[in-house]
T-cell receptor, first 111, second 115 residues
Framework: QKEVEQNSGPLSVPEGAIASLNCTYS??????FFWYRQYSGKSPELIMS????GDKEDGRFTAQLNKASQYVSLLIRDSQPSDSATYLC???????????FGGGTRVLVKP | DVKVTQSSRYLVKRTGEKVFLECVQD?????MFWYRQDPGLGLRLIYF???????EKGDIPEGYSVSREKKERFSLILESASTNQTSMYLC??????????????FGPGTRLTVT
């Protein structure tokens, strides 16, 4: 079992719809959770960080964390073609500062 | 804004050459990281450093070494480049967390080709 798992996609979403991305992790000691967006040929760009159970909203993005079920999700509302990218989930343990990345979910937003 | 810069965007080297990749951050971050990213394998940590002259191995340190002589600069060294080290190399930095981790910020990446 991989430490951080994501569906590789592609997740095809019509413009204006909600894109829902999921990430599960195996280490119950994980404390910090991050979502990155990566355009083709570019480096990862931080979108959201979340540390406690529940929802965290930032503009069109909402991160949801459920530590009991060991999953973290990302919702993209009003999806735009410019949201087409690979989204990486990253997880960190409390005692360290290293991140473990999932393989990423490719999102395609179709006009 | 955090700024992480890498010395080259594209680099072509020959097998057996010694290769230096440099990374500089301007936000006084304690942590610095080197990753490589390959299709199908994702992002993998090579080395990281939480202080000057300190380093720790990541998941795939073989064939690499690092140097951190100044807080803002972290260098990745390929002692004798091989074709299987052809990859995208990404540097990142973050504050040093205690109870939880801080966000990592990435540089633009260096696409290294070893022929």
């Amino acid at each position: 079992q991989k430490e951080v798992e994501q569906n590789s996609g592609p997740l095809s979403v019509p413009e204006g719809a909600i894109a829902s991305l999921n990430c599960t992790y195996s280490d119950r000691g994980s404390q910090s959770f991050f979502w990155y967006r990566q355009y083709s040929g570019k480096s990862p760009e931080l979108i959201m960080s979340i540390y406690s159970n529940g929802d965290k909203e930032d503009g069109r993005f909402t991160a949801q964390l459920n530590k009991a079920s060991q999953y973290v999700s990302l919702l993209i509302r009003d999806s735009q073609p410019s949201d087409s990218a690979t989204y990486l989930c990253a997880v960190s343990k409390a005692a360290g500062n290293k991140l473990t990345f999932g393989g990423g979910t490719r999102v395609l937003v179709k006009p | 804004d955090v700024k992480v810069t890498q010395s080259s965007r594209y680099l072509v080297k020959r097998t057996g050459e010694k290769v230096f990749l440099e990374c500089v951050q301007d936000m006084d971050h304690e942590n610095m990281f080197w990753y490589r990213q390959d299709p199908g394998l994702g992002l993998r940590l090579i080395y990281f450093s939480y202080d000057v002259k300190m380093k720790e191995k990541g998941d795939i340190p073989e064939g690499y070494s690092v140097s951190r002589e100044k807080k803002e600069r972290f260098s990745l060294i390929l002692e004798s480049a091989s074709t299987n080290q052809t990859s995208m190399y990404l540097c990142a930095s973050s504050l040093l967390g205690s109870g939880s981790s801080y966000e990592q910020y990435f540089g633009p990446g260096t696409r290294l080709t070893v022929t």
